[in-house]
């Protein structure tokens, strides 16, 4: 996924957004190698709350966003996508949240709740920083997960995958939970940390989601 291709689903879905708003671009897939595929569920939603305390996983639900559809978006059709849908339109690219700069900055939790029809559910908070710009108003975060029942945590694993730069440029950082992560240089190792509520977890540390220019084809 690049920027390009990023604008180019947007103004397909929102064909009448405002140039000034800004875009974080959110794309979930939930490896579910199974026949059954059909009974997945998967949603998400954004906080501007990064505290766990005294939570309860219903007051999350205002912050779902409900327009989502579950597709295959990917090549391996192993992995189940999670993908905004406008009228009879999908976007190719994952749900890009469109709204404006600095209400997309203010955003500090993540949250997929996720599970199979008839079992308990799971919800996994991610803890983010954001800070678009004027400038550089497009940002973009992969999530990559293996589902997990919740009685074999061991065999969960989850890549959060952004673009940063520093001095020398621009790179490519990864967060990883569950597998090794000597793949790349800049691999960050996720920590599992227990919620105050039950079939819930938190992650940390913090996902710094980079911000891009809109005539810049970088690549996610």
């Not at 939570?55 to 992995?79: C, K, P, Q, S």
């Not at 919740?150 to 440029?169: A, H, R, Y």
């Not at 005539?215 to 996610?220: A, G, L, P």
Request: with cysteine.
């Amino acid at each position: 996924m690049n920027t390009q291709e990023i604008l180019k689903e947007c103004e397909r879905i929102f064909p009448d957004m405002d140039n000034s708003m800004g875009i974080l671009n959110i794309d979930i897939g939930l490896y579910f190698p199974y026949v059954n595929q059909d009974i997945v569920i998967c949603e998400f939603g954004l906080l501007d709350d990064d505290s766990l305390d005294d939570r309860v996983g219903e007051e999350d639900d205002e912050h779902i966003f409900a327009d989502t559809v579950l597709n295959h978006r990917y090549r391996n059709t192993n992995y189940v996508t999670l993908s905004k849908k406008s009228g009879r339109k999908m976007c190719a690219t994952g749900y890009p949240v469109v709204a404006p700069i600095e209400e997309l900055n203010r955003h500090k939790m993540l949250f997929i709740r996720y599970g199979v029809q008839g079992d308990a559910e799971m919800t996994m908070f991610i803890p983010i920083s954001v800070n678009l710009t004027e400038k550089e108003p497009v940002g973009a975060l992969e999530i990559h997960m293996l589902y997990w029942d919740g009685e074999q945590p061991e065999k969960f694993g989850v890549v959060c995958s952004t673009l940063c730069k520093d001095g020398e440029g621009i790179y490519r950082r990864r967060y990883v939970l569950g597998r090794p992560v000597a793949d790349f240089k800049d691999d960050v190792p996720f920590s599992y940390v227990d919620t105050p509520y039950g079939d819930a977890f938190s992650v940390t540390p913090v996902v710094e989601i980079g911000s891009q220019p809109k005539d810049r084809f970088s690549v996610y």
